[in-house]
């Protein structure tokens, strides 16, 4: 996998830390590559709340964030899962803002944060 997945369990959440360089022309398939990983240690942990930090390093165009937001489901994230996606950088953190309102009408609880704590807490949240 070119992207490293790094996760931690925190009672009912599982955090990953996702770090890497995107590929140009590649996002897309590298992303699906993590986001089956990432289901993969969810399905195995029983774990529905899923907080993810981009550490990814990179441009992000729209069509692959795309690409991957509405194939979630085809990775094994579901409508029980209620993810918190911290993207660091500025950039990709808008356009996975956007696409994330795909993935919000495949029924799945998603919001895109600047900050882990922000996402730490709406997470925790029922």
């Known amino acids: 996998m070119h992207y490293q997945t790094k996760f931690k369990l925190i009672n009912d959440i ?3 830390e996702v770090t890497g360089n995107r590929r140009s022309g590649l996002e897309d398939f590298d992303g699906a590559e993590a986001w089956r990983d990432i ?7 029983k774990k529905t709340k899923i907080l993810v930090i981009s550490k990814l390093e990179g441009a992000l165009s ?6 991957i937001a509405i194939s979630l489901t085809d990775f094994g994230i579901n409508e029980n899962s209620k ?5 660091l950088r500025k950039q990709s953190r808008e356009v ?5 309102s795909f993935v919000k009408k495949k029924g799945i609880r998603i919001e895109v944060f600047a900050d882990e704590k922000d996402a730490f807490e709406w997470l925790s949240n029922e």
């Open 14 to 16: 599982a955090k990953v």
């Open 39 to 45: 289901s993969k240690y969810c399905n195995k942990h």
């Open 62 to 67: 729209t069509l692959p964030s795309y690409d």
């Open 83 to 87: 993810i918190a996606f911290v993207d």
């Open 96 to 100: 996975n803002s956007f696409t994330s």
